[in-house]
């Protein structure tokens, strides 16, 4: 198969969607493997680093869009890399699709089988693709907002553990999966009072066996969250409902009952964010106010820190990748259900159940598909 990789054009991604060692494993299974020129760069990796492990450096991503029988990639394809694909291609990357109503039609409309990471399972109930990036966004969300809740940044002038005799920040972290589980366990780290809040008992099991002490839980009821948010200095949002966009946990009107200056870091903005007066900001302008709460909605956070996050997604997305490319598409998903809850769309039907409840659309079960 032909694989390619165009270099990624979202602002400030500088992560690569094929490295050189997933390069290296689909030219030795015998793949064309085709990445843009410098599309490694922002990573660490440079054209030569590819071809040394036997892929081909292309001049224009447009080749690769037209060359390929595979595009892999890391963020949602922007509107002029839409308008490239086409029917019988795969298209293996982040979509997002639920809150992206014109993605989701410019893809339905070029017919391109598109898999998203985000949705793909493991036998544990888990999201192995989206897990990596979700440590990484987890671990940099207190980062982020403690800069946030720097006097010059808008917020509250906290420092993050307090000093002898001055209390520590107060952190609240709604969603205890795996960015909720990471952004906890650095702001404690850090010396933050630390609380997460989830609605699954289960999981809350999970996390006092192993971190009580490190931090505490309470379960996500509406009073719960009001009282908790009412003496935060930071909230970091972390729910996920797969493939659904993300229920909005905190409304405009409850802002009124935060302190001045806290900082809201959503880092579900990529599902449409979980708090009302989310809207999605870039790494040039992280930033914006809202009744004097500050928030941070970064969309694609681990591009910050490209070469971890680009080492760790693509030692989770490679054996899927060597599937698809091994088998084909159709024959990877009926062998493996897990890569099959990847699929998004085909051939102009939406695949995905929950995107098409999020934005009205009918869809197919991605078994139909198979038969298309
Ligand atoms: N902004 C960015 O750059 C990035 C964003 N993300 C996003 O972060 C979000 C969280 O991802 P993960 O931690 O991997 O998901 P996860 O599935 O591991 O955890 C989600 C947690 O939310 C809990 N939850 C669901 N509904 C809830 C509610 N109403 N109240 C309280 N808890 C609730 C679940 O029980 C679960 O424990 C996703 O939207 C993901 O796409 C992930 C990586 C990067
Ligand atoms: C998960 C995701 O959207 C990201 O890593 O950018
Ligand atoms: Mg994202």
């Not at 309470?218 to 966009?245: E, H």
Request: hydrophobic share 45%.
């Amino acid at each position: 198969m032909i694989i390619g990789c165009p270099k990624e054009i979202k602002n400030q991604e500088y992560r690569v969607g094929i490295t050189p060692s997933a390069a290296f494993e689909a030219v030795h299974h015998g793949h064309n493997v085709l990445i843009e020129t410098n599309a490694g760069v922002g990573a660490g990796f440079s054209d030569a680093d590819y071809e040394a492990v036997g892929a081909k450096i292309v001049a224009k991503a447009s080749d690769i869009f037209e060359q390929s029988e595979m595009v892999v990639k890391v963020k949602e394809p922007q509107a002029v890399e839409r308008k490239q694909l086409r029917k019988g291609q795969v298209l293996f990357t982040y979509l997002h699709l639920a809150p992206d109503p014109e993605q989701t039609k410019d893809l339905l409309e070029s017919g391109v089988t598109a898999i998203a990471y985000e949705t793909v399972t493991d036998r544990n109930g888990g999201l192995p693709l989206l897990a990596p990036m979700s440590e990484v966004a987890g671990k940099l969300a207190p980062q982020v907002g403690s800069w946030a809740l720097q006097r010059a940044n808008g917020g509250r002038g906290v420092l993050m553990g307090g000093v002898p005799g001055v209390s520590p920040a107060k952190v609240v972290v709604i969603g205890g999966g795996n960015v909720g589980t990471h952004a906890a366990r650095v702001a404690a780290g850090m010396g933050a009072d630390v609380t997460v809040l989830d609605m699954s008992l289960d999981r809350m099991r999970y996390l006092d066996d192993v971190f009580g002490g490190t931090f505490k839980t309470s379960f996500a009821s509406k009073s719960n969250t009001l009282d908790l948010i009412a003496t935060a200095d930071m909230v970091v949002g972390a729910v996920l409902v797969p493939g659904a966009a993300a229920p909005k946990l905190i409304s405009r009107a409850e802002l009124a009952g935060m302190k001045p200056g806290a900082v809201l870091v959503d880092v579900a903005i990529d599902q449409g964010g979980c708090f009302e007066t989310s809207k999605a900001t870039t790494h040039d302008d992280p930033i914006y106010e809202v009744d004097g709460i500050v928030h941070y909605c970064v969309a694609n956070m681990p591009g910050a820190v490209a070469r971890t996050s680009t080492i760790a997604l693509g030692n989770a997305t490679m054996p899927f990748m060597l599937q698809l490319a091994n088998k084909g598409w159709k024959q990877a998903c009926s062998d493996n259900p897990h890569l099959m809850a990847g699929l998004n769309t085909h051939a102009g039907k939406l695949t995905y159940a929950a995107v098409g409840t999020a934005l009205g659309i009918e869809s197919i079960t991605p078994s139909d598909a198979l038969n298309i």
